[in-house]
């Protein structure tokens, strides 16, 4: 480029520019070669700034948890944003605050987005919209549970009221038109943030409050009142930041075609569990009254999700399902179950279409079956793969010739007569005659969804049998009869509300303790009684040992304690009395513990002391090394010198100075007051007088040491 541009001033001069000017054109050619690699560079900079999002971030429940700052954070909002930067390549700055303090941070260019603004035409001269909504929320009144003055029945009941709500919020302007059009007369009572709107609604100086259907927990101990509004919202952009609102469209865009369904997935995962989904309807409330009990029809014998007989109560999953359904909506007073079990599956579905019952599970999932028997079906409660079972080696066509069907389960025969129509179907009575058959060889195979597969297939009767697992997948829910509409609406409320990892749970639960598993099969499995015993032993002498190690152990220093210490003790008195001991007793004090303990605190009190308890461990030894309590330590040298000792202490002065000239918390240096004794066989006569020879040394040392250092002097 520069030679390019002398070639240009060349031939200037050759047209009979003057000097001057060609000096001068140089000059500033010079400034713009310096000067526009710099002006690219700051652009390649400002580029890369542009992607830095400043996005303002206030706290709502279930939509935007957690503080600005790196707490972890979590709703969705939160997901919704880390999916736009994953396409659009931004990274966030969270800035903190107000729902009406981060709305007029975004008008007056302050952060550069805002999550869950509702549209309006006044807002779209203020700040710009995406060419995608984020999400749709309905706005209600809501009051405490317990609160019987407001009647949801009736809004006039509001009348006079406190109602809480937020400046700058678009739910608040809905608000507003509803007691307009309904002709009630609230008092409004205008918060800055969900915080302290929150806050005055639990104090009860408001008695109820305005607030989004998707942030209100079905457990929160509020409920919906009526519903005021509802708009759709949006993660919008400050007027000045165009090149982000291009940026926010391309990855809306390829989001939606990537995963045209990640909205509801957002919504399903968050707002699921809403105060507005467990709220029964006035039909489920006037239903209720009326009927105090349900009764669940179930198949016996089905495990993992039923069982029990007429003589047993029920069993499985089915339990946990009720009760959960119970809970969710709050019905554990108001309405019990009663079940009841049927050898098969059609007699269930009878006795539901008879009026016998009000419910049956589990219901196959087929609608095409179902409309035709006069059942409507739940949500899906139960999700399984299919596995084919069957003995000897696969092959394609002779192991679907004859296949097991049990009279218990409507899921095998209509998976039979769908996938494999031209195959025999032999006729059995439960799933585990299903089973026999094929281990007999009077059928080839049969099939069972993964669960009824994990209870069964464990017995070491159906070892020799094999299992495939298969394309597709088995569903169960909830039958009621066609035309019992109030009591299907309100199953499927509950339904929706329990979350689905409790079944999950509860279904691996009961499969676990069904598992059928006798002494003879452990036996088999183990190697016979002898190993079994052997390893019951060597259990129990791991076990005494580690009970023994707890006990004779200090549990901060790792050392061996005071009892393990008196045990010693007793052992060198025995030996002083059979004229066999020789050993030297060496006491140690930590110097200016209350110091560390009283200006930096307990926690670093002990770290000196495990310091402590590491060096005279590596100095003299773990055996010999005993903390006797406090800051007290003790080392019980069989066979050591007093030219032993001098030579151990010479080592420990050397530890002590390396760990003191290391980065250390302590306000003072490490320091031990030390004294030693050995054992006189000539005059000493037990363990003590030694013990106390050592320890007044000890003392004069220590003693020595707070003359020196006054300032550190235990008080």
């Not at 079956?369 to 739940?378: K, L, R």
């Not at 749970?505 to 452990?522: Q, R, V």
């Not at 032993?644 to 080592?651: A, E, L």
């Not at 002065?653 to 918390?665: D, F, G, M, Y």
């Amino acid at each position: 480029m520069k030679e390019d541009y002398l070639k240009k001033l060349r031939l200037c001069g050759l047209f009979g520019i003057g000097k001057f000017l060609s000096y001068l054109a140089g000059v500033l050619f010079a400034l713009l070669y310096v000067i526009v690699p710099f002006t690219a560079e700051a652009a390649e900079d400002n580029a890369e700034q542009s992607r830095r999002v400043r996005v303002g971030w206030y706290n709502s429940e279930h939509f935007q948890e957690g503080d600005a700052e790196l707490t972890r954070k979590s709703g969705y909002s939160y997901e919704y944003l880390q999916n736009i930067a994953n396409y659009a390549g931004w990274e966030y700055e969270y800035i903190p605050g107000g729902w009406s303090e981060l709305y007029d941070a975004l008008i007056n260019g302050d952060i550069d987005v805002l999550a869950g603004v509702s549209y309006t035409k006044e807002r779209e001269s203020l700040m710009d919209f995406p060419a995608y909504e984020m999400g749709l929320e309905s706005y209600y009144i809501y009051k405490k549970a317990d609160n019987e003055e407001i009647n949801g029945t009736d809004p006039t009941s509001l009348n006079g009221k406190r109602v809480g709500t937020l400046k700058n919020n678009l739910m608040t302007d809905y608000f507003e038109s509803w007691m307009d059009s309904s002709g009630v007369n609230c008092e409004e009572v205008l918060f800055e943030d969900f915080q302290s709107r929150d806050e005055a609604f639990a104090d009860g100086n408001i008695d109820a409050i305005i607030a989004v259907n998707n942030n209100v927990a079905s457990n929160s101990g509020i409920t919906p009142v009526v519903m005021v509004g509802e708009s759709s919202y949006y993660l919008v952009v400050t007027k000045s930041r165009d090149d982000l609102l291009d940026e926010l469209n391309n990855a809306l865009a390829t989001l939606k075609e990537s995963n045209p369904y990640f909205i509801q997935s957002l919504q399903i995962k968050y707002f699921n569990h809403t105060a507005v989904n467990a709220a029964l309807s006035h039909k489920e409330n006037e239903w209720i009254k009326n009927h105090n009990v349900i009764r669940v029809g179930y198949i016996d014998d089905y495990l993992p999700y039923c069982s029990g007989g007429a003589d047993k109560e029920a069993g499985g999953i089915i339990t946990d399902i009720f009760l959960k359904w119970q809970e969710q909506l709050g019905l554990s007073e108001q309405v019990s179950i009663e079940y009841k079990a049927y050898p098969r599956y059609t007699e269930m579905t009878d006795a539901l279409m008879s009026g016998e019952i009000d419910a049956a599970f589990p219901v196959y999932d087929s609608i095409w079956n179902s409309e035709a028997q006069g059942i409507v079906q739940t949500n899906n409660l139960v999700d399984f793969g299919v596995c084919l079972v069957y003995r000897g080696e696969y092959n394609d066509t002779s192991t679907t010739g004859r296949i097991a069907v049990s009279s218990q389960s409507a899921f095998q025969s209509d998976f039979v007569a769908e996938n494999y129509p031209e195959s025999e179907v032999y006729i059995v009575d439960t799933v585990e005659d299903c089973l026999d058959a094929v281990k007999q060889g009077k059928a080839t195979c049969t099939f069972l969804d993964n669960g009824q597969a994990e209870t069964l297939l464990s017995e070491r009767k159906y070892q020799s049998l094999k299992r495939l697992p298969l394309d597709g997948s088995m569903n169960y829910c909830i039958g009621v009869k066609k035309g019992n509409n109030v009591l299907y609406s309100l199953l499927c409320r509950g339904i929706s509300l329990i979350d689905k990892s409790d079944i999950t749970n509860a279904m691996y639960a009961c499969i676990g303790s069904n598992i059928k598993y006798s002494l003879f099969d452990f036996l088999l499995d183990h190697f016979g009684l002898v190993l079994l015993v052997l390893l019951i032993i060597i259990g129990l002498i791991i076990a005494v040992s580690h009970k023994h190690y707890q006990a004779h152990t200090d549990r901060l220093t790792g050392l061996k304690n005071k009892r393990a210490y008196l045990d010693a003790v007793g052992q060198v008195n025995d030996r002083i009395r059979e004229n066999k001991a020789a050993f030297a007793v060496i006491v140690f004090d930590l110097n200016g513990l209350k110091t560390i303990n009283d200006t930096i605190g307990h926690e670093y009190g002990d770290m000196a002391l495990t310091d402590v308890g590491r060096i005279l461990k590596k100095v003299f030894g773990k055996e010999n090394t005993y903390r006797f309590g406090g800051d007290e330590f003790i080392i019980l040298g069989m066979n050591f010198t007093q030219e032993d000792i001098m030579q151990h202490f010479d080592t420990l002065v050397s530890a002590l100075e390396e760990i003191n000239s290391s980065e250390r918390p302590y306000k003072v240096p490490l320091s031990i007051a030390r004294g030693a004794a050995v054992f006189s066989p000539g005059s000493d006569t037990d363990y003590g007088q030694v013990f106390e020879r050592a320890d007044q040394a000890m003392y004069e040392d220590k003693k020595a040491y707070y003359e020196k250092h006054g300032d550190r002097r235990r008080q």
